[in-house]
């Protein structure tokens, strides 16, 4: 009896152990009906963020135009004050030249004799003697106190100019402080259309994807892959028969990461499928190129794999696929960027990335159900990995 009951314990642990370990992550209609209900409030929260960032963007090149008319008035004014130190200088030469004539005129008038002393004892009266005095003192100190106030007037140009110097330099750092900002707040904005899809689009093929799982049979609660009969994945096979792994999955790429992987390989290389599946997404923009998307089947979960950045494609949405079937050609580089204008990429390469659950993914710069493709494809272990 006890070895019985100790059967029976070992039959519930390891039941239950089996149970969780064979768990199926089924996705049903009513899950992305939820799906799209959450699109739509995240596509009503951008169009706020939106509006706000580009209230912010219009309010912060409203405050560089001010910090650029400072800057050009604060530079008109440093030329008024130079113009006004040069005229100046001007003025002390003038001035000390007819003072050095005058002095040489006295110079030599003394170098006579008497006649500065006849010019004043030649008086007629005492008043005369004072005035005559005052013509010969006089005319040296005024050009003296004229020179004195020049000179002042140089320093205090001098000094504005170096205030206004500082001011002209506080404002360009100003400006530069704007200007980093506006393109940040304008890089947030483009990050919100990552891979140049957009919320509206993911609404819109959220829907499609209902409608045809819908005409298909499909009922709130079934399990999608048994009325649409995507073929279970019956192994792994990488994207590429050769690569060089330039990027890490989760990098970090300034103000965002990147959730995928960058495999360097020449444009035109054939892109297989990684494993059995259904086409879920074929589009193109100018981020990103030419993507497709393909969902999978595997052990009881629902995957999707993202190829981006594709010169070509062989596919279309709905289609099913076979692992290893060719379904596109890399780009990346300058053969694909004339065809589809994508601004996302700087070199021949294929963006690559995985994600549990049967919706497209929709941007590498969020992580949500994305995950490193290292876990099926053991090769894709870091920068400098090749195959």
């Known amino acids: 009896m006890k070895k019985v009951r100790y059967v029976l314990f070992l039959f519930v642990i390891f039941g239950c152990f089996f149970v969780n370990s064979f768990h199926v992550d089924a996705v049903t209609l009513r899950q992305l009906y939820n799906e799209l209900a959450s699109l739509e409030k995240s596509y009503n929260a951008a169009k706020s963020r939106a509006n706000l960032s580009q209230a912010e963007m219009n309010n912060i090149k409203a405050s560089i135009a001010s910090a650029e008319a400072e ?44 006649s500065l002393l006849e010019y004043v004892m030649d008086a007629d009266n005492y008043t005369d003697f004072i005035y005559r005095y005052s013509v010969v003192t006089q005319m040296s100190d005024y050009n003296q106190n004229l020179m004195d106030e020049l000179n002042k007037l140089i320093e205090q140009l001098n000094a504005r100019k170096v205030t206004l110097a500082k001011k002209q330099e506080d404002l360009g750092k100003k400006k530069n402080e704007l200007q980093a900002k506006y393109i940040l707040v304008q890089a947030q904005a483009k990050a919100a259309n990552d891979d140049g899809q957009s919320v509206a689009q993911q609404i819109a093929e959220k829907k499609k994807n209902i409608d045809y799982y819908k005409s298909k049979g499909c009922t709130m609660d079934m399990n999608i892959n048994n009325c649409t009969g995507i073929a279970a994945v019956d192994g792994w096979v990488s994207p590429l028969a050769h690569y060089y792994q330039s990027s890490a999955y989760g990098e970090s790429r300034g103000y965002v990461h990147h959730y995928a992987v960058d495999l360097a390989v020449g444009e035109g290389t054939p892109v297989r499928a990684v494993a059995n599946g259904k086409v879920i997404q074929v589009r193109s923009g100018s981020c990103g190129g030419l993507v497709i998307q393909i969902q999978h089947y595997y052990r009881g979960t629902d995957y999707v794999s993202l190829y981006m950045h594709l010169l070509s494609g062989n596919v279309s949405n709905k289609q099913d696929v076979k692992a290893g079937q060719v379904i596109g050609y890399s780009g990346g580089g300058p053969r694909e960027i004339a065809k589809y204008g994508d601004s996302c990429t700087t070199g021949a390469h294929l963006h690559f990335s995985m994600a549990t659950g049967a919706s497209a993914i929709q941007s590498s710069s969020r992580k949500d159900t994305t995950f490193d493709p290292v876990r099926f494809f053991p090769a894709m272990k870091g920068i400098g990995s090749r195959l």
């Not at 008035?73 to 100046?88: F, G, L, P, T, W």
């Open 71 to 114: 800057i050009k008035k604060a530079q008109q004014e440093i030329i008024a004050a130079e113009n006004e130190i040069q005229k100046s200088e001007k003025e002390i030469e003038t001035k000390k030249e007819e003072t050095n004539q005058m002095l040489l005129y006295l110079q030599l008038m003394n170098s006579h004799g008497d």
